[in-house]
């Protein structure tokens, strides 16, 4: 009982709370795409008294963001902690949701039509816009959501296909827990601790890496040394992941990169492991 009281709350939560975030990109969306008002999204984890571990840190040079799914949590987790103006690819009937679908339309973010036998050169055209605009993009490979238990849905081509076409560099985002802060099917909530995992950003001609990126050194030592919970995130260490960058990975350069023809199921491969890993650590201490 407790947990469906608590889910329905936090649906309360959030249809107050988007309604009112809606209402300032509206009021801001010239400015950045309205992206102070959408990191207002950080209050969904602080009244809802949830705690976002945090294991490494966001790469502001990453062009693609490529990150499981489980919940609609998962989107407050980027659009609340990301430094970036990111860009969701998403579904175009989620843009179509009367009122509640100006969360998409209003910071113009890239919504196909799956049903559309021209949607993949749209998408190209999309993407390539936003990359002017030097936005990141983010995409769900997975394609919907998943039960949250311990296996990912394939991936589909898609985020294969935009990393290809445009050389991008790929940050992987692995989320554990999602599903049980907040879940719509049933609605319930039945834990309070989420994991946001990190990973070592690659190119298409490079193996995706199980290592926790860190962007220097001094970010490195900050996390080993500990971190206080901030605005719902609490940074934590892992001594078994961690990376932190070097001069040479810093002056990677994307030109003349012939991609790996293994990368897209390698990194299926390396973010399943990252994510079971922690999925039993964390739920063993709940």
């Known amino acids: 009982m407790r947990t469906r009281i608590k889910g329905i709350y936090e649906v309360v939560l959030i249809g107050i709370g988007l309604a009112i975030i809606i209402c300032f990109i509206y009021l801001n969306r010239k400015t950045n795409n309205a992206r102070n008002a959408r990191k207002s ?45 990111i860009c969701w690819v998403a579904k175009k009937q989620l843009g179509e949701i009367p009122f509640y679908g ?24 999309a993407i390539k816009q936003k990359l002017a605009q030097n936005r990141p993009i983010v ?48 609605i319930e909530a039945t834990s309070n601790v989420a994991r946001m995992v990190l990973l070592k950003p690659f190119y298409i001609n490079e193996h995706p890496s199980k290592q926790v990126f860190y962007h220097n050194i001094d970010s490195y030592n900050n996390a080993k040394a500990g971190a206080k919970k901030s605005k719902g995130l609490y940074p934590i260490y892992d001594p078994h992941s961690s990376y932190f960058i070097s001069q040479q990975d810093s002056t990677q350069s994307q030109d003349s990169i012939e991609p790996l023809e293994s990368w897209y199921e390698e990194l299926q491969q390396c973010m399943q492991e990252v994510y079971i890993q922690h999925y039993h650590e964390l739920n063993k201490q709940l």
């Open 41 to 85: 999204c950080y209050r969904f984890f602080t009244y809802a008294n949830i705690t976002l571990e945090q294991l490494g840190d966001f790469d502001k040079e990453a062009e693609l963001i490529i990150m499981n799914h489980q919940s609609v949590a998962d989107i407050l987790c980027l659009e609340a902690y990301h430094p970036r103006n």
């Open 139 to 186: 995409i769900f490979p997975e394609g919907t959501r998943s039960k949250g238990k311990e296996r990912f849905l394939s991936f589909k081509p898609g985020a294969k296909i935009i990393a290809e076409k445009f050389k991008l560099k790929i940050q992987p985002i692995v989320l554990i827990n999602t599903r049980k802060i907040y879940n719509s099917s049933p």
């Open 102 to 125: 100006y969360a998409l339309t209003g910071p113009e973010m890239i919504l196909i039509d799956r049903d559309d036998k021209r949607g993949l050169v749209a998408l190209l055209q």
